[in-house]
């Protein structure tokens, strides 16, 4: 990568300035932050804006935790995205990622993963071999994902989740946080506990 590359960022919020950081040991120029908050003006010392005028020639990355509005803001307008990997990260060279995608400090991801576009992939996380992770998703800090583990577009794995290896999770789920999953999951379904039990379903966006 070269020096100094631009880099606008699309949320001002807690989880921007996760993102921040990163950029910043990745030796990134932030030149500015766009949120809808018009009283937000300033994060850790960058200036935030509503508009992206000044964003002509910058990569972006999109700095908020909700999948689904990630997903509108990144089909909204075409944009140059990037993907950030903290340099505390363990990736296998065999894992792939798409565009958008975070991955914080402290993730393991082994071999033959695939990660989507806009994902999270937050601090401590564990990712293991041959899992494919679709878009959208967020695998919340210390979440555990055993080998050939499918997760369907905008799933949001809550924080402590365990996954046993072989299942399919599907797309707009909700995995809560600490729940140990020993079975397939639908399309929708909110689960919690150990093992874990579907409590709702909701139609998957």
Request: contains cysteine.
């Amino acid at each position: 990568m070269m020096e100094k590359q631009e880099l606008f960022i699309y949320g001002a919020s807690g989880h921007g300035k996760v993102i921040v950081e990163i950029a910043e040991r990745l030796s990134y120029s932030i030149i500015g932050l766009v949120d809808a908050n018009p009283e937000i003006k300033n994060l850790l010392g960058y200036p935030v804006s509503t508009s992206d005028d000044s964003a002509v020639n910058a990569f972006w990355i999109i700095g908020i935790g909700n999948n689904g509005i990630r997903k509108k803001i990144s089909l909204a307008e075409v944009r140059p995205y990037i993907s950030l990997i903290h340099p505390a990260a363990n990736l296998s060279k065999r894992t792939t990622i798409g565009e958008g995608t975070v991955v914080m400090a402290g993730v393991s991801i082994n071999a033959d993963v695939c990660v989507g576009k806009h994902c999270i992939i937050n601090t401590n996380a564990s990712v293991d071999h041959d899992c494919n992770i679709a878009d959208y998703v967020h695998v919340s800090p210390n979440a555990a994902l055993a080998g050939n583990v499918t997760v369907g577009e905008g799933t949001h794995i809550g924080i402590g989740a365990s996954i046993i290896q072989g299942l399919t999770i599907g797309r707009w789920c909700t995995i809560g946080a600490g729940a140990v999953i020993i079975q397939d999951v639908p399309d929708g379904a909110t689960v919690v506990g150990n093992p874990g039990r579907v409590i709702k379903v909701n139609q998957a966006e």
